[in-house]
Each structure stands twice: as structure tokens, then as C-alpha cells.
């Protein structure tokens, strides 16, 4: 046994710290400029529809899906700093791209996809983090840092947007300097602060990031990335094979989980306009206030977890987060006979019949509304007719939504850092970047269907339907959680070599 120098305990976690700040950056760049892409996209070309920016917000996952494998793979081989620093500098270049769209004189828009693509590729280096991380703790420590990975995963998130409403003070105009054609305003402000992070994050991982290794039992090893021979400790323990299986439905579990949130992400400002009558404003607005509470609620989730596993296990948390999660989609399905405000415009048209618009419409309308009535500039509200659901599928109260919204909160990020724990558990002193890397990927992959899948069945179908199949999801889900509980277990316990 090769015991742990303290100089060596203290430079593996500065090492940790160094990847947390990563993993804080890259969501940082996601979330800094997600709500001004729109008017941004608007002002930089005028041919750009909502259907295109729909593309721009899915770039990120794309790129950073294809990109997670190859960085995954490449930090299997070579030491961690080359893709750290070849994927941060991917970033810091895409995000000075986003802030010269303006320069070419046509195809802006696509200029912008590329900007956002590339961002997303260099955001592949999550792969890279995780995978350092596992190798870097023993299966005592691997839960707290997990947890703490998302944790900082999660306040970038929250922090972006505050970024980004902190430059709108800058305004849409800002200031010009020709000589290099930059144009400094609350668009290019917040990416151009990105990439100042990102090139103190490339100065920190020069500076201060070491490669170190630990077994599962916190002995010291020599990393498998670092040149030479690896010692005969580490050798010795990764004999055995890993349980395939057991990686297959940890992947599929994970998808399920990404999946889902990026649903109930997707569907909450189109569902509050129906429901409740609010205009784009008001969505957005209240909206915003409500995922940064839930960003708050997972925080706090994030550390909770890192106690509760001590004394649970990591098995029986990732199920009782899926059974909360699927609680809190069940809940949002609608009951009752209350039915939601249809949009005036559909009042007017005369393709509804007579009977419903007095029997079904006109008793909804408060005095408010009337008034809107009568003034055809005002913002349509309520839930448009051109979605026939609207008619008979009773409203979704706000209690409801609300409940849902701190049980989804509680749940999500409960299944999110049990999901990687586990995996990275189950990987043992195997090199993870690939594995870590198909991991990412699948989030991805369910970022970028889980919007696609409940536009089309909210839409033409309604909440009923769309969270009906989300719960039946989620169900499937806990069967196969259940099916391949025993074998979700630690490589070093799978081996005989330590106890569970």
C-alpha cells in the first residue's frame, strides 16, 4: 500500500477545485447568452425565424455531444491538460466569433449556429472533468465530489442569466471601437466575458492542475495518463472486467433523466401562457424566477445528498429521486372541469360553432379581458383555438404547477449526481474518458430530443397526453432500475476487493 503524502492530498484537490471552476464555466457559456439569443438573432438578420433559433439553442447540445466521445477518448491516451486546454480554447474562440456575427455582410445567422456549436464542442471537456474526478477520489470521497460537480454545474446555470441581465445595463448600442470592428453592447458584452473566463481558467490549468490518481481505497497511484510505466498497485487493480450491463442501463437511466427535464424546461412558458393567461412577459418573467428557485432548491439538494448517501447508499437515493420525479410529473396531469381562457382571435372566428363559443367560451372572459377585446393591439392570452385540446382538457391549476416545479427541483438533481456517482463507481480504475464521454453524450442526445418530443405531442395532443407518456417513461425507467438493481455496485466490491 502506497500511503498518501499530505503534499500530494493537497495538490490532487487543488487539481479538483480546478475542474469544479471548469465545469462552472462551461455552464456558464451556455446559460449567459440564452436569453438574448432571440434578439440578438433578430437585430444581426432579419431572415432568421423562430424555427432557426430553434437550431441555435440545440447547436450547444449538438456540438457537445459529438465532442464529449473524442475528448473522452483523448484523455484516455494523454495527459488531461491537452483536451482541457484544446477545449477551453475552443470556447474562448467561438465566444469571440458569436461576438463578431455582425461583421459579414450576409448569412449572419449561420455565423451565429457555428458561434454556438463551437461553444457547445468545447463544453465536451465535461467528459475530461468527470472522468479526472473519478480517478482522482477513492469511493468515499467520489459522492461528495460529484455532488459538488454538479453543484457548481448547477449555479452556473443560475448565475449566466444574472450575468447577462447585469450588461443589459450597457444597452443595445453600447460602444463601437473601429479599429478592431468590436462592437460592445449587452449582446457581446456577456460572451466576451465568458471568454475572459475561459482564458483564466487556461492559466489556472497551466498554473496548478496536476494529474494524480488514488484507488478506491484512497491509496496514492501513479496516473494512467501520466508518461511510464503504471505500478504494479494499480495494475493488480484493474484486473477484471467491467459489467457492461450495468453501464448500458446507467446510460439509458441517465438519458431518461436529462430527458425529462429538458421537457419540463421546454414546456414551462408555452403551459403557463396557456393556463393561466399570461402574456410572453409575464412567462418569462415568472418563468425565471421559478428556475432560479429550483437552481437554488438543487444547490442545497446537491449538498444534502453528499449526507443522505452515507447512510443510504447511492442505489436507493437514485430510486427514490426517480419515484419524486415521476410524482411530480403525475401531478401536473390535469383534472377537474375548469377549462383554460381561449385566445380572443379564435372567439371571433366563426369557424368555432355558436354552441361552444356560449356554452364553453364566453363565461371564462373576466373584465380584463374584455377590455382586450375591444383593443386588437393588445397581446392575445390564453390558450390559442388553433390547438383543438384547448376545448376539453381541463386548465392545470397553479398549485399544481408550482408543486410540481419543487418536487421536479427535489428530484432531478438527486438522479443527475447518483446517476454519475454510480457510473463512475462501477467503471473503477478502468480509464473512464470514453465511458464518461458516451455518458455526456446521451444527456446530450436527450437535451436536444426532449424539446423536440413535447412541442409536437403538447401541441397537437395536450398536457394530458404529454405528461401521460412522460410518467409511462419515467415507470419504464424503475423497472429497469429495479431489474438491474444488484448489479449497480462498486468495481473494487463487484471483485471481493473491498466491502459494500
Known amino acids: 500500500d502506497v500511503v498518501e503524502t499530505e503534499e500530494h492530498y493537497k495538490s490532487r484537490w487543488r487539481s479538483i477545485w480546478i475542474m469544479y471552476l471548469t465545469m462552472f464555466l462551461s455552464s456558464v457559456g451556455f446559460s449567459i447568452v440564452i436569453m438574448s439569443v432571440w434578439p440578438y438573432l433578430q437585430k444581426m438578420d432579419a431572415t432568421a425565424d423562430g424555427s432557426f433559433l430553434g437550431w441555435i439553442i ?32 475552443i470556447s ?100 466576451l466575458f465568458g471568454a475572459l473566463l475561459g482564458v483564466i481558467n487556461i492559466i489556472l490549468i497551466f498554473a496548478i492542475f496536476r494529474e494524480h490518481r488514488v484507488d478506491d481505497m484512497g491509496r496514492q497511484c501513479k496516473s494512467i495518463n501520466s508518461e511510464g510505466e503504471e505500478n504494479g498497485a494499480l495494475a493488480q487493480d484493474t484486473e477484471g472486467t467491467v459489467d457492461h450491463v450495468a453501464v448500458v442501463a446507467l446510460n439509458v437511466l441517465f438519458f431518461v433523466i436529462l430527458f425529462v427535464f429538458a421537457v419540463f424546461e421546454t414546456i414551462a412558458t408555452p403551459l403557463t401562457m396557456d393556463m393561466y393567461s399570461w402574456t410572453r412577459k409575464e412567462a418569462v418573467f415568472y418563468n425565471g424566477i421559478i428556475l432560479s428557485v429550483i437552481g437554488i432548491e438543487s444547490v442545497i439538494v446537491f449538498m444534502g445528498v453528499k449526507i443522505l448517501s452515507k447512510k443510504t447508499g447511492e442505489r436507493a437515493i437514485l430510486h427514490a429521486g426517480l419515484l419524486i420525479v415521476l410524482i411530480g410529473f403525475f401531478v401536473l396531469l390535469p383534472w377537474g372541469k375548469k377549462l383554460p381562457n381561449i385566445q380572443w382571435q379564435e372567439i371571433k372566428n366563426s369557424s368555432i360553432p355558436r354552441t361552444v363559443r356560449t356554452a364553453m367560451l364566453v363565461p371564462v372572459w ?14 392575445p392570452v390564453g390558450c390559442p383555438g388553433t390547438q383543438a385540446w384547448c376545448l376539453h382538457t381541463p386548465v392545470v391549476l397553479l398549485a399544481q404547477y ?37 455518458l455526456t453524450a446521451s444527456g446530450s442526445g436527450a437535451r436536444i430530443l426532449g424539446p423536440v418530443f413535447v ?18 417513461v419515467i415507470v419504464a425507467s424503475l423497472l429497469l432500475l429495479e431489474i438491474v438493481y444488484k448489479r449497480l455496485v462498486p468495481f473494487s466490491v463487484r471483485y471481493g476487493r473491498m466491502q459494500e
Open 402 to 438: 408550482l408543486s410540481s416545479d419543487v418536487l421536479i427541483g427535489l428530484g432531478y438533481p438527486v438522479c443527475n449526481v447518483m446517476s454519475y456517482t454510480l457510473y463512475s463507481k462501477i467503471l473503477g480504475p478502468k480509464p473512464q474518458g470514453v465511458y464518461m464521454g458516451w
Open 455 to 472: 412541442s409536437q405531442v403538447y401541441t397537437h395532443l395536450g398536457p394530458r397526453w404529454a405528461f401521460s407518456l412522460i410518467c409511462g
Open 58 to 89: 440545440a447547436s450547444y447540445s449538438i456540438g457537445q455531444m459529438a465532442a464529449s466521445p473524442l475528448f473522452g477518448l483523448w484523455s484516455n491516451h494523454r495527459p488531461r491538460r491537452e483536451p482541457l486546454l484544446v477545449s477551453t480554447a
Open 92 to 191: 474562448v474562440a467561438a465566444n469571440c466569433l458569436y461576438a463578431y456575427v455582425h461583421v459579414p455582410r450576409s448569412h449572419n445567422k449561420y455565423y451565429m449556429l457555428t458561434a454556438r456549436a463551437l461553444v457547445g464542442f468545447g463544453a465536451g471537456n465535461v467528459a475530461v472533468v468527470r472522468s479526472y474526478i473519478a480517478g482522482a477520489t477513492s469511493l468515499t470521497e467520489r459522492t461528495s465530489a460529484m455532488a459538488n460537480t454538479s453543484a457548481c454545474q448547477a449555479v452556473g446555470f443560475i448565475l449566466g442569466p444574472v450575468f447577462q441581465t447585469c450588461f443589459t445595463l450597457i444597452g443595445e448600442e453600447g460602444v463601437t471601437w473601429k479599429l478592431i470592428c468590436l462592437q460592445l453592447n449587452m449582446y457581446t458584452a456577456p460572451v
Open 366 to 379: 373576466s373584465w380584463q379581458e374584455l377590455q382586450a377585446l375591444s383593443n386588437h393591439t393588445a397581446e
